[in-house]
């Protein structure tokens, strides 16, 4: 595809609910990145993929948060009972490999709103 | 652990006027250094980077040199435009648990430009 994709770009929940956001990378990328942005602040890292397998978690907060991916395709992060703390704009971002100095490209992020 | 320190915004400045952003970085062994920026409702994408100790990465008439011995890679440019006003985030990558490149990145400095 022409970029990275995400869906949706806005999502306002109740506290307690499950939400599931989608990245769409760019075709042929192997590698995927989500971050996360809270206001005012720096992005922090989720996960990382390298295909299908998860070999950096490191990031996830909390045992609520997950993520999966399809092939080397599609990845959706999933966050169990939102919190209000949850609020922020999540990012994902592929990258050809894995490798150290490969650019990542940004889609336009999730802007996830817990009330 | 590693991190990235960068100027706090915002930051205006008039059109034409010289621009520096410092960026200063904690990191053990040799990362690579990023600028990214984020246009008004646009994502996240790579300004310039630079791989190695003394390597300059330029682009869009933006600068930044990669100091190790002052361990910083501040961003610069001549003569600012209207264009410029984004928020910029200082970052670098990491390697993870595997091969991983994940990015940490500062807490972005705004930048407006007046006409």
């Known amino acids: 595809g022409a970029g990275v994709s995400q869906s949706p770009s806005n999502k306002v929940t109740e506290k307690g609910k499950d939400v599931e956001l989608r990245c769409d990378p760019i075709?042929?990328?192997?590698?995927l990145y989500w971050y996360r942005q809270r206001l005012g602040q720096g992005l922090e890292f989720l996960i990382y993929?390298?295909?299908?397998?998860?070999?950096?978690k490191s990031g996830l907060p909390s045992d609520r948060f997950s993520a999966e991916r399809t092939g080397e395709s599609v990845s959706t992060l999933t966050i169990q009972r939102t919190q209000q703390e949850d609020s922020a704009v999540y990012l994902c971002?592929?990258?050809?490999?894995?490798?150290?100095?490969?650019?990542?490209?940004f889609g336009p992020g999730t802007r996830l709103t817990v009330l | 652990g590693n991190s990235v320190t960068q100027m706090e915004g915002p930051v205006t400045l008039s059109e034409e006027a010289f621009l520096t952003i410092n960026c200063t970085y904690t990191?053990?062994?040799?990362?690579?250094l990023f600028w990214y920026v984020q246009y008004p409702g646009e994502g996240l994408q790579l300004l310039l980077k630079?791989?190695?100790?003394?390597d300059k990465g330029s682009n869009k008439g933006f600068e930044a040199t990669y100091r190790k011995e002052t361990t910083s890679f501040h961003l610069e440019k001549g003569s600012v435009q209207v264009s410029d006003s984004a928020v910029y985030f200082c970052?670098?990558?990491?390697?993870?648990?595997?091969?991983?490149?994940?990015?940490?990145f500062g807490s972005g400095t705004r930048l407006s430009i007046r006409p």
């Open positions: 075709s042929g990328h192997t590698a």
């Open positions: 970052a670098l990558s990491d390697r993870g648990y595997s091969s991983a490149s994940k990015i940490i």
């Open positions: 993929f390298q295909g299908n397998s998860a070999p950096d």
């Open positions: 971002a592929s990258s050809f490999t894995g490798g150290l100095n490969n650019e990542q490209f």
């Open positions: 630079a791989t190695k100790a003394d």
């Open positions: 990191a053990t062994g040799y990362p690579s």
